[in-house]
């Protein structure tokens, strides 16, 4: 079997992320009227990012050396989108009386506090990012979000260690 060229899985993978995004701000946000928590802002940074090296990949289409460069920064990025999906499905997963209490909106977090401090706040979650708002075949958004992480992962580990 035949591997695709890299622009074919770079476009793949612009694709996918393009294609979450418009599923995320214009069915989720614009249909369903749901407001995005803090970590699902932070998954939707780390998508664009993502997204964002794969154009640059696709526009310039380098050799070897690199495609395994922007697969490894991809690569970071990912793991990166794993282990926030994994602590929003986490939160979604405690008992009501261990929930975090609700926390400031991400806009106001930033604009009060210094970043750091509003990294940390965002990573330990609120009570906002447990609460499961729409379901798609049993998955909630933050499972169906870690899953997308999990496929880019695959994708990003072909280009990362195919030989040709």
Known sequence: MRIPTYRLINTLGLSVCVTAML??????????????????????????AIGLVFFIAIV???K???????????????SLGLAVGARHVWLQHLPADQV????PGLDYM?????????????FSGSGECAEIQWQFLGLSIPEQTL??????????????????
Not at 26 to 37: I, Y
């Open 100 to 103: 975090p209490q609700c926390g």
């Open 23 to 48: 599923f995320a701000v214009l069915f989720l946000q614009g249909t369903l009227k749901l407001e995005p928590c803090p970590l699902c802002i932070v998954d939707r940074i780390i998508i664009m």
């Open 64 to 78: 070897r050396t690199g495609q395994r460069i922007y697969s490894g920064i991809n690569l970071a990025l990912v």
């Open 110 to 122: 930033l604009d009060v506090f210094p970043l750091s401090k509003t990294l940390k706040m965002v």
């Open 147 to 164: 899953l997308l992480f999990l496929a880019l992962t695959g994708l990003v580990l072909v280009q990362f260690i195919r030989k040709a």
């Open 60 to 62: 310039q289409n380098p």
